[in-house]
């Protein structure tokens, strides 16, 4: 497999090898087989990210996590992969509205009658590297940063380490997960203390 898809040194699986704790919000994105997805830990205030191949139709890793995770609300881009949308579920029908709504305002969280899932679409530009690091630089509480002072430059330098950028569905998935936190929720996400790169056992 692709280095840049399974290249990560945490499993994420609970302490005692059951399910994977139960999430606030869990941010997906999805494009030519791959999967990002972030999600903040509520118990220990560690943002997760990983990157995994995923093909469609079937999305096995898609819908593994959405099970393990249990998560309370989901956030995608708009402009999603229709086919994508269209197995994630809730508010991603129908998926032509969806894909109008790059430039409006987000879709309201709807849920999936088939598993009680909620899902809101987010704006496409909210999903990217750029606004991964530009948010996370936002973050004063991360462990994972020199205690000492740093310039601008030297703080990016040290999130592109740990979030490198060829991890682009991971680092998607972090700054489409940041914007909504940043936007609806602010303590939430000023309170992250930790980011950690997990491999996912799910299937």
């Not at 990560?8 to 999967?35: P, Y």
């Not at 096995?60 to 959405?66: C, F």
Request: glycine share 6%; hydrophobic share 35%.
């Amino acid at each position: 497999m692709d280095s840049q898809l399974e290249d990560d040194d945490t499993t994420c699986e609970a302490a005692d090898g059951g399910e994977l704790s139960q999430t606030g919000v869990l941010a997906l994105v999805w494009r030519k087989d791959v999967l990002g997805a972030a999600w903040v830990e509520s118990s220990s205030s560690v943002l997760k990210f990983c990157q995994v191949a995923d093909p469609g139709p079937d999305f096995r890793v898609m819908q593994a996590l959405k099970f393990s995770l249990d998560p309370t609300l989901i956030v995608t881009p708009s402009t999603s992969d229709p086919d994508y949308l269209d197995r994630l579920g809730g508010a991603c029908h129908p998926v032509a509205a969806a894909a109008e709504a790059e430039d409006a305002e987000e879709g309201a969280a709807e849920p999936d009658e088939a598993n009680g899932f909620m899902v809101t679409l987010c704006k496409n530009r909210e999903f990217s590297a750029e606004s991964a690091i530009q948010r996370l630089s936002l973050l004063r509480n991360l462990s994972d940063l020199p205690s000492c002072e740093l310039s601008d430059r030297e703080r990016q330098m040290y999130l592109e380490h740990i979030l490198p950028p060829d991890q682009e569905q991971a680092c998607r998935a972090v700054g489409g997960l940041l914007a909504y936190l940043q936007r609806t929720d602010v303590g939430s996400s000023m309170s992250i203390g930790k980011l950690e790169r997990c491999r996912l056992d799910l299937c």
